[in-house]
């Protein structure tokens, strides 16, 4: 039985588990800890059935091949793309349950797009915030690089839809 996971969460900040058992006795108290981590709401957050669907429903719009590209032009684009605005297929568990859960660049990225205006915007409006992110990461020489890295990181956690090139939408409200 494993929950274990290469990734930063999961050494980082997430409770995993990793074994091989066969004891009756351990299974029962492992059983016990994971209900006792789930019943403390401080640590875990409340999750519903609701919260879990939605969630579902974001993970399922997130695309799986490259999209085709759009013959409209900007504004057309735009408009189209909040006439598909449907109720529902974004997030709403609200910005904090997101952002509490990201770290470092992502969570920077996320931060910035939050100042956004529109839910739907293009690269160079994220680009706009280059002089704040690098001041956050002095270290960093790529910033627009990275940038795009943490776009595409965000897409991959259903947080952003792809629509066209260099133009993106939020998933949350």
């Known amino acids: 039985m ?26 029962l108290k492992i059983a016990e800890d994971y209900k006792n981590i789930f019943k403390d709401k401080h640590t875990t957050g409340f999750i519903t059935d609701e919260i879990i669907d939605k969630a579902y429903r974001i993970l399922q719009s997130v695309p799986k091949e490259k999209k085709p590209k759009f013959e409209l032009k900007d504004k057309e684009l735009f408009r189209k793309v909040a006439e598909e605005d449907i109720e ?31 839910d739907v915007f293009r690269l160079n409006d994220v680009y ?6 690098k001041s956050s990461h002095p270290r960093n020489q790529y910033i627009s ?3 795009r890295q943490q776009l ?13 090139r260099g133009v993106y939408r939020k998933l949350w409200k």
């Not at 595409?152 to 066209?164: A, E, H, I, K, M």
Request: glycine share 12%; charged share 30%; proline share 0%.
């Open 128 to 133: 706009k915030f280059e002089n704040k992110l």
């Open 88 to 118: 529902g297929d974004r997030y709403e568990g609200g910005i904090e349950s997101i952002q509490k859960n990201l770290t470092g660049w992502v969570k920077d990225v996320f931060d910035v797009l939050n100042e956004l205006e529109t």
């Open 152 to 164: 595409q990181v965000l897409r991959d956690l259903g947080l952003l839809q792809f629509v066209d």
């Open 2 to 27: 494993t929950s274990g996971n290469l990734t930063s969460g999961g050494l980082l900040n997430n409770y995993e588990y990793g074994l091989l058992i066969d004891d009756e006795e351990l299974t």
């Open 145 to 147: 690089d990275k940038i």
